[in-house]
């Protein structure tokens, strides 16, 4: 029996360790067959430029980089934020009012269903260039928040409601004591969504604003090396954008690890 | 809350009816006819239970009983009437133990007085509840933490929180596993001699309904109606010896006639 259990132990930190290790070793992989394919065939820079020159122009470009990354970090924590607050109050008030629910959840979804790349340019001639790339990050990334949060509002347990009910619980007690509670895994899941969304958004509207104006944030960096065919910055200005994403995604899952780790299933250590 | 103080150990008040239903039934908006022509009395200090087969709407006269939904037809009498309205001092057990699974054993158990606004002067009497059930060590832990029938004293400690004269139980042992839902019921039997509630206990065991009640109203199948009432009248304390006793396999067994009368009735 104790052996089996080592054993199981031993099994789980190994499976463990691949989930490590496999990724890592895709990368270096990875690496390597680029950095062969651009020596054998001796690709020149502008047409593929090979991993240690894009990490080398990372460095070299670091102070012009690392000021559009700020930037484009900063539209999309904004966006983020406000696609947060904004969908979890949305999905508060279609929770309370039916009527309120049905007159704008159909605009909901069309805002979200059409493709933010078609909006961005609109956006851009009516509103102000920052306050436009700030609305493009909010659309993308609030419907996750407002979906979610309103599943999660109306998946309360009916027994635990008839409880409130029957200890006379106001509204206002229902919501904040039963419902927010209750639909915290829901909001958070949406939350995740949304962080990865949003920056995708603030992406998306630096590239639609282009070179129209003063824009420095990493994706107008990205389509300015374009024109100037300075391909190993176009690179480098990717991979921030990935490892910002990553970042994002791992920050927020973090987050909701500790918001429910005493509690809910999902941040449970599965036995083995 | 009431007036009046605990005064079931009173002569006077013992078995006077706190609640009266007559004539009671309920359909739903589906057309289902759950109660017809229900009449029950709970009365002051007693334990009785409904027995009835799954679907016979014993739950549904728990719910009117707790004011958790209304009659279609009859009406339900308080004794003590409050501003027209169900007494606020009940106590409700639900099948399930129906705890907030974001929230501390002790949390759960302060609702209700949370729910009043007497959150402040609460601990207590949480402190107190959570004891009673034997649970003042988990106070901290949550309901996933605890095994199904530690979630169910959990259960029990919240609905005794407020200290209401009537506690109304719905199954609430039916899942858990024969030796702690025996353990439950001697320490419900021991909560209610300590303290002197009345208590509604829905349940479709007749071992259960025998071996806890003075009186066990069954009832027949949809749409549910009283088919008879029979007294048991063994004394309390009743523990393991009451369980394996003569009287009790006797008293089983005319429940158990009384019972299976009530469903060839019905089809």
Redesign the interface.
């Known amino acids: 029996m104790n052996a089996r259990i080592a054993g199981d132990e031993a099994s789980g930190r190994k499976e463990r360790l691949l989930r490590m290790l496999l990724p890592v070793l895709m990368l270096a992989g990875g690496l390597v067959l680029w950095h062969l394919v651009v020596r054998v065939y001796d690709l020149p820079p502008y047409v593929l430029p090979g991993p240690r020159l894009v990490f080398s122009t990372l460095v070299s470009d670091w102070p012009v980089l690392s000021a559009s990354l700020l930037v484009t970090l900063a539209t999309t924590l904004e966006g983020f934020l406000l696609a947060a607050f904004g969908g979890i109050a949305l999905a508060i008030l279609f929770n309370q009012s039916r009527l309120i629910e049905y007159s704008l959840y159909p605009y909901a979804v069309i805002l979200q269903v059409t493709p933010i790349v078609a909006i961005a340019p609109l956006l851009l001639i009516y509103l102000p260039q920052q306050a436009a790339v700030l609305a493009c990050a909010w659309i993308v990334a609030f419907f996750p928040v407002l979906a979610n949060t309103t599943l999660g509002l109306n998946s309360v347990d009916r027994n635990l409601a008839d409880l409130f009910r029957l200890y006379r619980a106001t509204r206002l007690q229902v919501l904040t004591e039963l419902k927010l509670p209750g639909a915290l895994p829901h909001i958070l899941a949406g939350l995740r969504i949304a962080g990865g969304l949003s920056l995708i958004g603030a992406v998306v509207a630096e590239i639609a604003a282009g070179s129209a104006g003063a824009g420095s944030g990493l994706a107008y960096r990205i389509v300015e090396s374009g024109y100037r065919l300075n391909i190993p910055r176009m690179f480098a200005a990717l991979l921030l954008l990935s490892v910002s994403g990553i970042a994002i995604f791992f920050a927020l899952s973090f987050c909701s690890h500790l918001l429910l780790r005493r509690w809910h299933e999902s941040a449970l250590a599965r036995e083995a | 809350m009431s007036a009046s103080p605990d005064t079931s150990g009173s002569p006077s008040d013992h078995g006077t009816p706190v609640v009266t239903l007559r004539g009671v039934g309920k359909t739903f908006a589906s057309g289902l006819d759950a109660l017809d022509g229900l009449d029950l009395d709970v009365r002051s200090g007693e334990f009785v239970s409904l027995l009835g087969p799954s679907g016979c709407g014993k739950s549904t006269a728990l719910?009117l009983i707790?004011?958790?939904t209304g009659p279609t037809r009859g009406s339900i009498e308080w004794r003590e009437r409050q501003g027209g309205q169900t007494p606020?001092a009940?106590g409700?057990v639900?099948?399930?133990p129906?705890l907030?699974?974001?929230?501390t054993v002790a949390a759960n158990v302060r609702?209700?007085l949370?729910?009043?606004g007497q959150a402040a002067a609460a601990q207590p009497r949480v402190d107190a509840a959570l004891a009673g059930v034997g649970l003042a060590r988990f106070a901290n832990s949550?309901?996933?933490e605890l095994s199904g029938g530690m979630k169910m004293r959990a259960s029990i400690a919240r609905a005794l929180v407020?200290e209401p004269r009537l506690l109304l139980m719905d199954e609430p042992f039916a899942a858990l596993d024969e030796i702690t839902r025996f353990r439950l019921n001697d320490d419900l039997l021991a909560l209610w001699q300590s303290l002197g509630k009345t208590i509604v206990f829905v349940t479709h065991s007749v071992f259960e309904s025998v071996y806890l009640s003075q009186r066990v109203v069954v009832m027949t199948p949809r749409p549910g109606a009283v088919f008879t009432e029979l007294a048991i009248d063994a004394p309390y304390p009743r523990d393991e010896r009451f369980r394996t006793s003569a009287v009790y396999a006797a008293l089983c067994r005319r429940v158990s006639e009384s019972f299976a009368r009530a469903m060839a009735g019905a089809s």
Do not use: V
């Not at chain 2, 907030?100 to 929230?103: F, L, R, Y």
């Open positions: 719910r707790a004011g958790l606020h009940i409700f639900f099948q399930e129906t907030m699974p974001w929230a609702l209700p949370k729910l009043k949550y309901p996933r407020t």
